[in-house]
C-alpha cells in the first residue's frame, strides 16, 4: 500500500505563487505515472499536470506556462510550482500515483487564492 501526503497549500494573493508536495511513502516516481488533479467547488476534479515514470510532462492548458512539475527521485516526492495564480485557481488539490494494476490519491489541499 502506498500512502502520498500533499502538502504546501494556503492562501494567496492574486499573482503569487505556491509549490505544492506529494511525499510518497515508496520508491514509486521510477515506475509510477505522477499527476496533480484539483477540484473546485461544485466543479468536477481535472487534470492539472502529469509527469511520466520517464518523465515526461504534460499540461492543462489553463495553467500551461505557469505551473510546473516536477519529480525529486531521491526523496520520492512530487512538486508542482504554482506562478502567476488567479483565483480561477482556488481548489482543493490532490496527488495521484498510478500504473495499470494499481491507483493511489492524497487526501488533497486547499489552495485559495484571493485578495
Known amino acids: 500500500q502506498v500512502q502520498l501526503v500533499e502538502s504546501g497549500g494556503g492562501l494567496v494573493q492574486p499573482g503569487g505563487s505556491l509549490r505544492l508536495s506529494c511525499a510518497a511513502s515508496?520508491?514509486?516516481?521510477?515506475?509510477?505515472?505522477m499527476s496533480w488533479y484539483r477540484q473546485a467547488p461544485g466543479k468536477q476534479r481535472e487534470l492539472v499536470a502529469v509527469i511520466t515514470s520517464r518523465g515526461s510532462t504534460n499540461y492543462a492548458d489553463s495553467v500551461r506556462g505557469r505551473f510546473t512539475i516536477s519529480g525529486d527521485y531521491a526523496k520520492n516526492t512530487v512538486y508542482l510550482q504554482m506562478n502567476s495564480l488567479k483565483p480561477e485557481d482556488t481548489a482543493v488539490y490532490y496527488c495521484?500515483?498510478?500504473?495499470?494494476?494499481?491507483?493511489?490519491w492524497g487526501q488533497g489541499t486547499q489552495v485559495t487564492v484571493s485578495s
Open positions: 495521484r500515483g498510478h500504473i495499470p494494476t494499481r491507483d493511489y
Open positions: 515508496g520508491s514509486i516516481l521510477s515506475i509510477y505515472t
